[in-house]
């Protein structure tokens, strides 16, 4: 999470925010804060994480100068730099409703190693790009196979996440009768023509 941040923070796939679980603020938490501290990332905790890093003895290195209290602001806020927003809360469903409430709906990550988990976040949170265990930074078009990416679709219509394209281009529907007197839908129904429903197999427009 530290390189994902770090590699190239100005990037639309890169983390903004952080959810640590309550129960690994005294743990997980303070060693991941050392290594985005060494890396110059900016801290913007919540009461609790603020409480847990400050509890740590030694404090860590650059905790004075980058460790700062996060507004509410801060959670909404795509920060396009070296700053990351922390807040902890006390549950997995507290994390999802989290997410689709103050998420871009873009990629969102999870570190777990519950499969249980792994498969409710990915399918709760309402995001174009769910990931488990790696990097937001892999939501590219370029790295999904898309060529070049040409935008991105945080919307369900008609394209969502990466878009190449085919993602970008839209459909035209042709139509041509063989028949001398043209067709009709109402030749069609209950008890007259059945609609064929056959592929079209076509490298170009037959009229």
């Keep these: 999470m530290c390189c ?3 590699d190239y923070p100005s990037a639309c796939n890169a983390v903004e925010t952080l959810i640590v679980h309550n129960s690994l ?3 997980v938490w303070p060693k991941v804060a050392k290594a985005l501290l060494a890396a110059d990332v900016e801290l913007l905790c919540d009461a609790p994480s603020l409480i847990a890093l400050s509890a740590v003895s030694p404090r860590p290195e650059k905790f004075d100068s980058l460790v700062k209290t996060a507004e509410p602001s801060t959670y909404d806020t795509e920060h396009g730099s070296l700053t990351l927003s922390v807040i902890s809360l006390p549950s997995f469903e507290s994390a999802v409703k989290f ?3 103050h998420g871009s709906h873009h990629t969102d990550a999870i570190v777990t190693e519950s499969d249980l988990f792994a498969s409710a976040f990915c399918r709760g949170v309402d995001s174009a790009s769910t990931f ?13 196979g898309y060529g070049t990416e040409v935008g991105i679709s945080t919307g369900r219509i008609h394209a969502r996440g990466p878009v190449g394209l085919e993602g970008l281009v839209i459909y035209k529907y042709m139509m041509r009768s063989r028949d001398n007197a043209g067709h009709v839908v109402g030749d069609f129904g209950w008890g007259k023509k059945e609609y ?5 197999e ?3 427009v037959p009229f």
Excluded at 132 to 144: L, Q
Excluded at 196 to 200: D, M, V
């Design 4 to 6: 994902d941040q770090t």
């Design 196 to 200: 064929r429903h056959q592929r079209i």
């Design 202 to 204: 076509a490298a170009s």
């Design 99 to 101: 997410i689709n409430v």
């Design 25 to 27: 603020l005294s743990t």
């Design 132 to 144: 488990v265990n790696a990097s937001t930074r892999f939501a590219d078009g370029f790295r999904y």
